[in-house]
């Protein structure tokens, strides 16, 4: 299970809805909950993928190391589909972290996973 503070959670939500049509992305970092976000840049202008700015994604991680936390989670969303890693999303999970989806339209749906070794398990996810 992962624990995010409620305003981290919202301010998660309202980044991916504010990039849709495109696909939001971003880490959520803390000690034991989510308690920081870092919303990344995607430079891949898709709703169907994502890749996060490599300098943006430089800045997180050392704000991280500097602040002494860790990093717990990826999200993205997925503006018109399921919150379920797609076939790209497996293969590209290469931290041992939480994933979290944001699905968009039809309808909202956020959801998280362990990702590892290309097997996926849902994981529940705690609003604090």
């Not at 959670?9 to 034991?32: R, S, T, V, W």
């Not at 202008?45 to 890749?51: E, L, N, R, V, W």
């Amino acid at each position: 299970m992962i624990k995010i503070k409620e305003e981290i959670y919202m301010d998660m939500l309202q980044h991916c809805i504010n990039c849709f049509p495109l696909e939001a992305c971003g880490l959520l970092a803390g000690k034991k909950e989510g308690t920081e976000i870092y919303k990344i840049r995607n430079i891949e202008p898709s709703s169907t993928s994502f890749f996060f700015d490599p300098l943006e994604q430089l800045k997180a991680f050392k704000d991280i190391k500097a602040k002494g936390i860790e990093m717990l989670a990826i999200f993205h969303s997925h503006p018109f589909g399921d919150a379920y890693p797609s076939h790209k999303d497996i293969e590209l999970a290469f931290y041992d972290v939480y994933h979290i989806i944001i699905a968009i339209k039809p309808q909202l749906s956020v959801r998280c996973f362990t990702i590892n070794e290309g097997v996926v398990k849902e994981v529940e996810l705690d609003i604090v």
